[in-house]
């Protein structure tokens, strides 16, 4: 159908005769004005007061209609009038729509001020049944629905108790009239109640909204979907992490059991365990013998109870630094492997005789011409590993043994290079944690509690002075039963001078020479280790210890004639050394579970 209207808005021809002649009919006020001033207009869909074939087919009023207006021009493009062609919105305005239709409840409808639907839902047949609209053949949500929030999902069966017009807009259609976000992705209930998710347009031009919505069930039913997949594969992945984990620690129990049958064997590799010597911070040390050369061998066997990355790597690093140094006075390595249980050893000479402090402890303080003979020979291991940039960071009476060997007595050998630090090895920072405290309480260097990132030789030139401190008193340079206070003696306190301690006179030379590796300062020291050696070569002492001297002590060494009186006292001496009994009440003894001669690894270091 059609309508043409000239400027005053009179109907001078129409498809409907009943509309012909009449002037400014109120429907079609607002499109002709806005031709008349030269627009092309589309107007919104409204209820004709004029009779229209109805869907049914029937000839009635208050049928749904929309026009399409355009101005017409005179010969001088004046606007005289106004061409109208009406337009089906049941058709072509929601055929329009319907392509925005999207899965099983996408649609896109149109809407006008009043929050009226203006075009066909996609859901007119659930909104007869909903008695929504009416169940006849023109029966539809056109120009019939208002998009009000029922409160609840109608579709599952919720029925609202209030009339339809005293409901609120829904969100979406409150949102498109202030002009506020035009979208809404978390999901709002629609004219059916049901949450759904959606976009939507105020045109203003026109004066109608076009929203596109989709059920929020249907539009995340992929991320649901993935979602769900997500959560079952997570269950299964911390099923499959539990497994792993109970698995991993029965596979560590039986790895730990396979090892400690292993040794409980006495069979490592080719050699024959023979008898336990000692246990240190990460390894045991057993007597063994070679299965084909019958010569007798130290195994030391990485402790089977402390096996992970860390200390295996320092296991291999104390194997592999060993071996660099060839110095007569650095315990030599034969051998290193690993068996098939995963226990890791390395075989090294065997060593017979005694650590230095046990010889203090059995014997007591040492003669300076024999302190002075043993430094030399702890100074020449110490040069050659310090001119490889090594610091041993552990010089300490423990790990320095005396021996017969080669047929001459005396003879030192410094063990335990597992906490060897490279000067310049930037890997080392992995092996040992950056600021962890890495040696023994009582033969630590200030600069290793301040700073231990920073030790050098220096720090090992101060080790020395402790142990020759050790040799000659019979004490450590600091003692205190509290870990703190002794750390604090070593970074604030000045030694006692060796002969004020020990109760008679030492030599000058010698007694300079020890306290000046005792210096807090690392500048203020012997340099290096050959520096040392020069000073106690300096010495009245130097070179009257002689090979007699030595042979006549592991004599009576040999034949127990130490445990003289001097003995018993000096043993004394070495247990309030070695037990920290300082500032107690008398008769007061406190037992050393402080361990300050033990040595001290960072939990951290290697890991």
């Known amino acids: 159908g059609y309508i043409l209207a000239d400027r005053k808005k009179t109907i001078l021809a129409s498809s ?4 012909v002649g009449q002037e400014e009919v109120p429907e079609f006020d607002d499109f002709l004005t806005k031709a008349m001033d030269g627009t092309s207009i589309v107007s ?19 049928v749904p209609v929309m026009f399409a207006a355009s101005p017409v021009r005179d010969e001088n493009f004046q606007v005289i009038g106004a061409l109208c062609l009406q337009i089906r919105p049941e058709e072509e305005f929601t055929e329009i729509l319907q392509l925005g239709r999207l899965g099983e409840s996408g649609e896109t409808y149109a809407f006008n001020r009043s929050g009226l639907m203006i075009s066909n839902s996609r859901f007119d047949d659930d909104l007869k049944l909903l008695g929504l609209i009416p169940q006849d053949a023109d029966g539809a ?19 609202p108790k209030t009339l339809r017009r005293d409901m609120p807009l829904t969100l979406m259609v409150q949102k498109a009239l202030d002009g506020s976000a035009a979208y809404d992705l978390d999901g709002y209930p629609d004219y059916r109640g049901v949450s759904v998710v959606g976009a939507w347009k105020w045109l203003t031009r026109y004066e109608i909204g076009v929203a596109t919505e989709i059920d929020h069930a249907e539009a995340y039913l992929p991320l649901t979907i993935l979602q769900r997949t997500f959560q079952v594969m997570f269950g299964l992945l911390v099923l499959s992490s539990l497994a792993i984990f109970v698995f991993t620690i029965i596979v560590s129990r039986l790895q730990r059991e396979a090892r400690k049958a292993a040794v409980a064997a006495k069979q490592v590799g080719q050699y024959e365990l023979v008898e336990k010597l000692g246990q240190g911070a990460m390894g045991v040390v057993y007597k063994g013998r070679h299965a084909m050369l019958r010569r007798p061998t130290a195994i030391k066997l990485l402790d089977v109870e402390k096996i992970n990355p860390g200390s295996i790597a320092r296991f291999e690093r104390e194997v592999q630094i060993t071996c660099q140094l060839n110095n007569p006075n650095t315990i030599a390595i034969y051998d290193y492997g690993r068996t098939p249980e995963g226990v890791f050893y390395y075989a090294m000479e065997f060593l017979d005789g005694i650590n230095l402090e046990t010889l203090v ?32 960071r552990d010089i300490k009476p423990a790990n320095i043994m005396l021996n017969r060997r080669g047929g001459l007595s005396d003879v030192i050998k410094v063990l335990d290079f597992g906490l060897v630090k490279a000067i310049d090895e930037k890997k080392q920072a992995g092996m040992t944690a950056a600021n962890s405290l890495t040696g023994t309480p009582l033969y630590i260097s200030p600069e290793g509690i301040n700073a231990p990132a920073l030790v050098d030789a220096r720090s090992d030139i101060y080790a020395v002075g402790a142990t020759a401190y050790f040799l000659l008193t019979g004490h450590p340079p600091f003692v205190s039963s509290n870990l703190v206070d002794l750390l604090r003696m070593h970074v604030m306190d000045a030694p006692i001078a060796p002969s004020q301690r020990l109760g008679r006179p030492v030599s000058a030379e010698l007694e300079t020479a020890v306290l000046a590796c005792l210096e807090k300062n690392p500048a203020n020291r012997p340099q290096t280790a050959r520096d040392v050696a020069g000073l106690l070569r300096k010495c009245p002492e130097y070179g009257r210890w002689t090979v007699d001297d030595g042979d006549a002590w592991w004599g009576r060494y040999e034949r127990g004639q130490l445990g003289s009186s001097t003995g018993r006292v000096s043993r004394t001496l070495a247990d309030q050394a070695n037990e920290g009994i300082a500032g107690s009440g008398a008769g007061e003894r406190r037992p050393a579970q ?10 951290s270091a290697g890991d």
């Open 16 to 19: 409907s005769q009943e509309l």
């Open 44 to 62: 919104a869909p409204f209820r004709s007061n004029f009779q229209l074939k109805s869907a049914s087919g029937r000839m009635t009023t208050q």
């Open 141 to 159: 949500s056109l120009l019939t629905i208002q998009l009000s929030n029922p409160g609840g999902d109608m579709v599952t069966g919720y029925r």
């Open 361 to 392: 402890n059995q014997a007591g303080p040492q003669p300076e011409a024999r302190v002075i003979h043993l430094l030399l020979q702890i100074c020449g291991s110490l040069y050659e590993a310090h001119s490889k940039g090594l610091v041993h």
């Open 594 to 603: 402080q361990n300050f001669d033990q040595t001290i690894v960072s939990e």
